[in-house]
Structures are given as C-alpha cells and as structure tokens.
C-alpha cells in the first residue's frame, strides 16, 4: 500500500513562488513515475508535470519553464516537490500528487490534494 500526503499549498499572489510537498510512503518496488496533477473548479483533471523512475522531468506546456519537479529519497519516505514560479491566477487549482507502479500492471496512487489559490 502507499500513502501519498501533499502539503505547501496556500494563497499566493501572481507572479509569486510556492513549493507543493507530496511525502509518498509505503512500498515502491517498481515506481513507474511520479508527479502532479491540478483541477480547477468546474475545469477537468490536467497533467502538470512527472518524473520518471531515472529522474527525468516532463512538463505540460503550459506551465513549462515555470513549474520545477524534484525528487528526494530518504529512508522510508519519497519526497516530490512542485517548485512554482511567476504564478498566475488561471494556476489557481487543488494539486494532486500521485505515483505509478508496476504491479505488474501500472497502479495509480493519488494524494488529498492541497489548494492553491493565486491573487492578483
């Protein structure tokens, strides 16, 4: 089983910068990848960015050059960071961490989510 926790979220004004943390525990034997997602209200699930077993980054385009992933490992806890840079309102969604595992077929975990509202 694995347990997915995101934190960091909160109220920013554009332009501004916030972290998001997804501290992911349980057993990883065969991580496929790891990443974010955001919702909007009223909008649909969207894709932000990943990062692969290797630690190779993915972005979607629209938050490309902005939004920066990163992983770290410690002892019993993966950690996945969300680096956001010069935010704009349209930002303004809950963030969902989540993880893919091969079991042997692909298995999604999901996180809460943490709010993250942009000012203007």
């Known amino acids: 089983q694995v347990q997915l926790v995101e934190s960091g979220g909160g109220l920013v004004q554009a332009g501004g910068s916030l972290r998001l943390s997804c501290s992911a525990s349980?057993?990883?034997?065969?991580?496929?990848?790891m990443g974010w997602y955001r919702q909007a209200p009223g909008k649909e699930r969207e894709w932000i960015a990943l990062?692969?077993?290797?630690?190779?980054?993915?972005?979607a385009d629209i938050i490309k050059d902005r939004f920066i992933i990163s992983r770290e490992y410690t002892e019993n806890t993966i950690f996945v960071y969300l680096q956001m840079n010069s935010v704009k309102r349209e930002d303004t969604a809950v963030y969902h961490c989540?993880?893919?595992?091969?079991?042997?077929?692909?298995?999604?975990?999901w996180g809460q989510g943490t709010q993250v509202t942009v000012s203007s």
């Open positions: 989540y993880t893919r595992i091969a079991m042997p077929r692909p298995v999604t975990y």
């Open positions: 349980g057993r990883f034997l065969n991580i496929i990848d």
């Open positions: 990062i692969t077993r290797d630690d190779t980054p993915n972005y």
